[in-house]
C-alpha cells in the first residue's frame, strides 16, 4: 500500500517525539535537537521545490527557524548542557531573541489585506498581544520580577520581540489566516516557540538561570516536526488571499474579542488586589501603564467601530433612497411602456388592443344587457391635411379627442383605431341614447377649429349599432357591421349619424 509523503513524515515525527518522551539525559536533548532539525531541513526543502506564494514570506520562515537551530548551538557550545545559563547575562538574552525580527517579517508578508484591514487588524491584534502580556505579567512574571546587574537584555528584549511575533500571529488570523490550513499551522507554531520561549525566560526569572523542564523540551521538539507537516500540506501553494477576508468588523466574534480584552484588566486589578502580594513599584507601575495603555486602545477601536456602524447606517440610508428611487423610476417607466402598448401616442386615448379587449369582454358576459358601439369618422380630414399641413391635422385630431371624450357618456369607452376614425362602446345603452350619443358627438365635431389664425371647419359621420338580447357576436363581426352603417352615414353625404339595432 502506497502511503502519502505527509503521513510517511507524521509517523517518522511522532517516532521523534516519542524518544524525546521516554528518554532521558543526554540522550533527550539530541533526539530533541535531532527532531527539530529534521522537521526544519523538511520544511526548507518543501519551500525550495514547491515554491508558495508569497514566497519570500515562506523563505522568512525558514530562515527564522534555522537562526534558533543555530541559537541553540551556540548557547550549547559556549554553555554546555550541564551548566545553567545565568540569566542576567544580556547575550543569551539576546540571542534567544534573534529568530524573532526574521519571523516577524515573515509573518506580516503573510497576513496581507486591503489598506483599511490591515490598520484594523493590527490594531486588534495589538490589543490582544497588551492583554495577553498584562496576564502574563500579573500571574506569572511580577512576583519573579526583580532588577538585576544585565537583566534588562533579559527582560526588555526578549519578551518585547515575543510580544511583536505574537502580535502579528494574532493579525495574521484576524485576517482569515485560519481558513488556510497550511496558514492555521503555522500560526500554532509560533504558538509553541513563544510557549517554549516565554517558559524558559518565566523559569529563569525564578532561579536565575535560562532553564527548561520537560514540558519545554516537549514542545520545542514538537515544534520542528510541525514546521515539516505545513510544506507537505495540500494548501502550502495554493495562492494566499489577497483581500480582506478576515472577520467583519461588526461581527459577532469581534465584539466578543472586545468584551473579553475589556475584562483583562479587571481580572489583572482583582488579583493583585486580593492575591496580598508584596509588590514592587516598578511591577505595580507595568500592571497599571498596560492596563491604561489598553483601556485607552480599547476605548479608540470602540469609537472607530460606532464611526463604522454609522457610516455603514449613512451607506444605507443612502442605498434604500437610491433603491427606493430605482424602483419608483422602474414602476413609471413599467406604467409609461404599460401606457405606451395601450394608448394611441397622439391623443392618449385606448388603441384597437384595449377596444377589442373590452369588445370580447362586453360580449362574452352571460348576460349582457343592452349597449351600442359608435364608429366615427371625420369628414375632409384628407383635405385639411393637404391643404394645412400634417401638424395642423394633428392639432385637429387632439381637439376632436377631447371632444368625443366630453360628449361620451361616463361608463363609455372611446378609442382611436388609427387615422381620423374613432370607436365608442357604451354598455347599456339603448337605440334612444345611442341616437342622443350620436346627435351630440356630430353637433360638437360641427363646431370650428380655431389653429393661431386659422379657423377650420369639418364635419363628422357616425355609424352606430345597438344590440340586445343574447345573440352570439365576435368583437369583429361587432366592427364590421358597425362599419356598415357609418358607410350608410358617409354614402348619404356626411355630417350625420346612422343608427341600425342588431337584434336576435
Known amino acids: 500500500m502506497v502511503r502519502s509523503p505527509l503521513a510517511l513524515y507524521l509517523a517518522a515525527a511522532v517516532a521523534l517525539l516519542v524518544g524525546v518522551i521516554v528518554t532521558r539525559e543526554p540522550v533527550q536533548p539530541v533526539v530533541s535537537v535531532l527532531s527539530v532539525l529534521f522537521g526544519t531541513t523538511v520544511f526548507t526543502v518543501s519551500v525550495a521545490r514547491r515554491r508558495p506564494q508569497p514566497l519570500s514570506a515562506w523563505w522568512l520562515v525558514a530562515a527564522s527557524a534555522w537562526s534558533l537551530i543555530a541559537v541553540a548551538f551556540a548557547m550549547t557550545a559556549v554553555y554546555r548542557f550541564e551548566e545553567d545559563v545565568n540569566i542576567t547575562a544580556a547575550v543569551p538574552a539576546l540571542l534567544l531573541a534573534v529568530p524573532y525580527p526574521v519571523l516577524a517579517v515573515g509573518l506580516a508578508r503573510l497576513a496581507r489585506a486591503n489598506a483599511r484591514a490591515a490598520r484594523i487588524d493590527t490594531f486588534d491584534a495589538t490589543m490582544v498581544a497588551l492583554a495577553c502580556f498584562l496576564l502574563l505579567w500579573v500571574f506569572a512574571i511580577q512576583d519573579r520580577f526583580v532588577v538585576g546587574p544585565g537583566l534588562a537584555g533579559a527582560i526588555v528584549v526578549l519578551p518585547a520581540s515575543g510580544l511583536v511575533v505574537f502580535a502579528l500571529a494574532v493579525r495574521l488570523a484576524l485576517s482569515g489566516g485560519l481558513r488556510d490550513p497550511a496558514v492555521a499551522l503555522l500560526i500554532l507554531v509560533v504558538a509553541l516557540l513563544l510557549t517554549v520561549t516565554l517558559g524558559v525566560f ?178 375632409g380630414f384628407k383635405h385639411v391635411n393637404d391643404t394645412c399641413g400634417h401638424g395642423v391635422g394633428d392639432d385637429l385630431l387632439v381637439q376632436v379627442s377631447r371632444r368625443l371624450t366630453t360628449a361620451a357618456p361616463e361608463q363609455a369607452t372611446l378609442a382611436r383605431l388609427g387615422g381620423d376614425e374613432f370607436v365608442m362602446l357604451i354598455p347599456g345603452a339603448d337605440r334612444a341614447a345611442a341616437t342622443r350619443t350620436a346627435d351630440r358627438v356630430v353637433d360638437s365635431l360641427r363646431e370650428p377649429y380655431v389653429f393661431d389664425s386659422q379657423r377650420v371647419r369639418i364635419s363628422a359621420s357616425v355609424g352606430a349599432l345597438v344590440i340586445s338580447g343574447d345573440r352570439a357576436i365576435t368583437s369583429t363581426e361587432l366592427l364590421r357591421d358597425v362599419d356598415a352603417a357609418l358607410y350608410e352615414a358617409k354614402k348619404a353625404g356626411g355630417d350625420r349619424a346612422v343608427v341600425r339595432e342588431l337584434r336576435r
Do not use: C, K
Not at 526569572?205 to 535560562?210: K, N, Q, R, W, Y
Not at 484588566?265 to 495603555?293: C, E, I, K, R
Not at 362574452?364 to 359608435?374: D, F, K, N, S, T
Open 202 to 379: 518565566v523559569l529563569g526569572l525564578g532561579s536565575g538561570a535560562l532553564r527548561g523542564n520537560e514540558m519545554t523540551t516537549v514542545l520545542w521538539s514538537a515544534y520542528g516536526p510541525l514546521l515539516g507537516a505545513i510544506g507537505l500540506l495540500p494548501s502550502f501553494t495554493r495562492p494566499r488571499q489577497t483581500t480582506d477576508v478576515g472577520t467583519s468588523d461588526l461581527s459577532t466574534a469581534r465584539l466578543v474579542l472586545f468584551s473579553v480584552i475589556v475584562l483583562v484588566p479587571l481580572v489583572a486589578w482583582g488579583y493583585d488586589a486580593f492575591s496580598g502580594q508584596d509588590l514592587s513599584p516598578t511591577a505595580v507601575a507595568v500592571s497599571l501603564a498596560v492596563s491604561a495603555g489598553l483601556l485607552v486602545m480599547l476605548v479608540i477601536r470602540l469609537a472607530l467601530l460606532a464611526r463604522l456602524a454609522q457610516r455603514r447606517a449613512d451607506d444605507l440610508r443612502v442605498r434604500t433612497a437610491e433603491l427606493a428611487t430605482a424602483v419608483s423610476e422602474q414602476a413609471a417607466l413599467h406604467d409609461q411602456l404599460r401606457f405606451q402598448a395601450t394608448h394611441d401616442p397622439l391623443t392618449g386615448l385606448p388603441n384597437r388592443t384595449v377596444l377589442t379587449d373590452r369588445l370580447t369582454v362586453w360580449l362574452e358576459r352571460r348576460e349582457r344587457a343592452a349597449g351600442a358601439v359608435l364608429m366615427i369618422d371625420l369628414d
